[in-house]
Nanobody
Framework: QAQLVESGGDLVQPGGSLSLSCAGS????????MTWYRQSPGKDREWVAQ???????SYADSAKGRFTISRDNAKNMVYLAMNSLKLEDTAVYYC?????WGQGTQVTVSS
């Protein structure tokens, strides 16, 4: 059964850093575009960043210069490194790829 499992969400102060992980099983992540989304309460799910099978990356304007998406094909994993976190980065972060969604991991930025 194919699935994605996110981890790494936490409570962090503004200006802090956090690294999210997305572990794939049942399918090979490197064959797909892998994407991070996020959803804040009362808002639509928002595209954050993506990485192609050739490791080309792209980012939402809100993430540019602060977030870095990467993949480890040997571990079948995708990561999202987040720096200079802001209050507005608070959301549930989801990993998507190969037609599969993860269950999400909560990131809370608060002082």
């Amino acid at each position: 059964q194919a699935q994605l499992v996110e981890s790494g969400g936490d409570l962090v102060q503004p200006g802090g850093s956090l690294s999210l992980s997305c572990a794939g099983s049942g399918f090979i992540i490197k064959d797909y575009i892998m994407t991070w989304y996020r959803q804040s309460p009362g808002k639509d799910r928002e595209w954050v960043a993506q990485i192609t099978p050739y490791s080309m990356t792209s980012y939402a304007d809100s993430a540019k210069g602060r977030f870095t998406i990467s993949r480890d094909n040997a571990k079948n994993m995708v990561y999202l490194a987040m720096n200079s976190l802001k209050l507005e980065d608070t959301a549930v972060y989801y990993c998507f790829g190969g037609g599969h969604w993860g269950q999400g991991t909560q990131v809370t930025v608060s002082s």
